[in-house]
């Protein structure tokens, strides 16, 4: 193993872990320090983002695949070691192209974490679709943690000039919330509705607006409505409030399926809802004439691939999207999961790491 300072790596860390059968809690827990195998880095978590996706892992809406898995794939830190570089010719995660990471590099470690590389979604630019496909968080141990290990070929160098705080929500709220656009094929200065404005969607809607877009928001939070207009938003309303014109695109980013005729009824002709969740609750039925006819359509969101990822941090540096976000301790990241669960976030949960000890 490659490392900056050996010294400088203790033996063990501090992690918050979700365990299978306990829905609805995470527990503080001391844990060996990771050793990073082929093709990976060994990354000191400086900051880590507080996902609704963490929520669903922690209150097992999500199916356990792992007990005792640590939470978080918004993390940013910095690289500390490398693991041996990859078989030569191999793919999947651990073991790809060898990436170069440098010790000191500044990187993010995001929800998609492998991929198999030979099916035929990953050699058709739809890794995301992958059907062995492992995620940070979930399926491996992720940021809510002192350090995180993570697979050098699905990190991500982070574009400077943001602070550790501001990144962190990018890597999954960000380019979700980028890959729902796009599948929401918004034209060009068209009207977008957004229904559901936490960390994903206020990120979506400052890329939206400043790519031409009208952007309507839909929300129960008076905070979140108020902030909405102040990131430019045309208007913002309740979450079941009529728009003031039919909308040519909108995504739902709330879980609520209770909102798919809302925003299927809201739309134009033409109009293409995307559903932006990992989890939604179920979908009442839906009337043809009402909801569908006139070739409006439904489409979700799966994940997102790297190239995603890469074009949406590029984007966001040049845009200058700016989380607005809610920093909270290291030691308070269960309390940061209750916030997001009552809608006490206004924009982005982050959880701030106190250092090496």
Do not use: K
């Amino acid at each position: 193993m490659a490392e900056a300072n050996p010294a400088t790596i203790p033996a063990t860390m501090r992690a918050w872990v979700a365990r299978a059968g306990r829905p609805g809690m995470i527990e503080p827990i001391e844990l060996p320090v990771p050793r990073p195998g082929a093709g990976e880095v060994l990354v000191r978590v400086l900051a880590c983002g507080v996902c609704r996706t963490d929520l669903h892992v922690r209150d097992q809406d999500l199916p356990p695949h792992r007990d005792h898995v640590v939470p978080g794939h918004e993390a940013v830190g910095t690289v500390v070691a490398a693991g041996p570089d990859a078989a030569p010719g191999a793919t999947g995660a651990a073991t790809g192209p060898p990436v170069e990471l440098p010790p000191g590099t500044r990187v993010g470690i995001p929800w998609l974490r492998s991929t198999c590389g030979v099916c035929r979604y990953c050699t058709h630019g739809q890794e995301n679709l992958c059907p062995h496909s492992t995620y940070t968080g979930w399926d491996a141990d992720g940021g809510y943690a002192e350090y995180a290990v993570a697979p050098a070929a699905y990190a991500y160098p982070l574009p400077s000039g943001f602070p550790d705080e501001e990144l962190a929500p990018l890597l999954c709220a960000g380019i979700i919330g980028y890959r729902a656009l796009r599948r929401a094929d918004l034209p060009e200065g068209g009207r977008l509705g957004i229904y559901g404005f936490g960390g994903s969607a206020h990120l979506t809607a400052q890329l939206a607006i400043a790519q031409g877009a009208e952007v309507h928001v839909f929300t129960r939070a008076p905070a979140a409505r108020a902030l909405a207009l102040d990131l430019g938003a045309a208007s913002a309303g309740d979450s079941a409030d009529p728009p003031p014109e039919p909308l040519d695109s909108a995504i739902l980013f709330a879980p609520a399926g209770d909102l798919v005729p809302v925003a299927l009824e809201a739309l134009g002709s033409g109009g293409t809802l995307s559903i932006a969740g990992i989890h939604l609750s179920d979908i009442p039925p839906l009337n043809y004439q009402r909801h569908l006819f006139r070739e409006r359509s439904v489409r979700s969101v799966t994940a997102n691939t790297r190239h995603d990822g890469r074009e949406f941090l590029a984007a966001a540096s040049r845009h200058r999207v700016t989380p607005t976000v809610q920093v909270h301790p290291f030691a308070r990241a269960d309390a940061a999961l209750d916030d997001l669960a009552a809608d006490r976030v206004n924009g982005a949960a982050v959880l701030r790491m106190s250092g090496p000890r």
